[in-house]
């Protein structure tokens, strides 16, 4: 085992991570905004994969342009579904919001499927990444330095958004105390708008920017809700960086586990998740439940 190759497995790691950081950092908003535990959000990841080969015909020369339309449709797609399917329920008990997100993910599935068809749906690499780097001597996919830089501009771009802009000091602030920001004024209905519909289009990224790596088919969303409750347990709920830590973390470790112990590689996630909730149950990064007195 080489440095070449230990270094492709880092950035492999490294790349999936990314996907993985988009589609679970939306899980993470809106499950600590809203408190809405949306297992359908595997089917927007999903969808945004299907919708590139819907925007661009399959055809690699419509990529950037695709992948443009997917976050413009995963925007308005994840506003219609928080207007019109979510809102009416946030009155009722919790039971009601897994009931219907998980019926949307089956919903969606079926949907996929009877657009699509069943079989898997290959894209290939953009142009521009058509040709692999050499490090170390090693060829290595191009296309991974693009994932790095998505995921490292979308985590900087939502820090700054939360921390450096009145509708961030919002969404934060709901996270901690809905009725005090409703007190102060703030549309909390738009607000809640705004957090799934960005939640979403973020998935839908990330779907669509995984596809010309992996193959997209109607079963990917489930094991991708999965994988992204892992990441926001692991990070904890509502946190950017949390989301981001998680993930590397569980990149990394499905990039070398397989290599160490290839028999183990799909437990040491869960493992890793079951041994975060029992040492800091409000995740790595993220901050212990306010106490109301």
Do not use: C, K
């Amino acid at each position: 085992m080489d440095l070449s190759f230990l270094l492709l497995q880092l950035l492999t790691g490294l790349a999936y991570a990314s996907t993985l950081f988009l589609l679970s950092v939306g899980l993470s908003l809106i499950f600590g905004a809203m408190g809405i535990v949306n297992f359908a959000h595997g089917s927007f990841y999903m969808l945004g994969a299907y919708l590139l080969f819907a925007f661009t015909r399959g055809q690699a020369e419509g990529f950037w342009a695709g992948l443009f339309l997917v976050l413009a449709a995963g925007l308005v797609v994840g506003a219609l579904v928080e207007r019109l399917l979510i809102r009416p329920i946030y009155p009722r008990p919790e039971e009601y919001q897994i009931l219907l997100t998980y019926a949307l993910l089956l919903i969606l599935e079926d949907l996929v499927r009877l657009a699509f068809g069943a079989g898997y749906r290959s894209f290939p690499l953009p142009p521009l990444f058509s040709s692999p780097l050499f490090l170390l001597g090693a060829p290595f996919p191009s296309y991974y330095l693009f994932l790095l830089a998505l995921a490292g501009l979308s985590a900087l771009g939502l820090w700054a958004f939360l921390y450096r802009t009145r509708l961030g000091t919002w969404v934060r602030a709901a996270t901690q105390d809905r009725e005090m920001l409703e007190a102060l004024g703030v549309n909390v209905p738009l607000l809640y708008t705004a957090i799934f519909a960005l939640g979403i289009a973020l998935a839908a990224l990330g779907g669509a920017a995984l596809v010309p790596l992996q193959a997209a088919t109607p079963g990917m969303a489930v094991d991708a809700v999965i994988n992204a409750f892992i990441v926001v347990v692991i990070g904890g709920l509502g946190s950017v960086w949390g989301a981001l830590l998680g993930a590397v973390l569980i990149g990394l470790l499905q990039a070398f586990g397989i290599l160490l112990l290839p028999e183990m590689a799909m437990v040491f996630p869960f493992a890793l998740m079951a041994l975060v909730l029992l040492l800091r149950p409000w995740g790595l990064l993220g901050r212990p439940p306010a106490v109301r007195t």
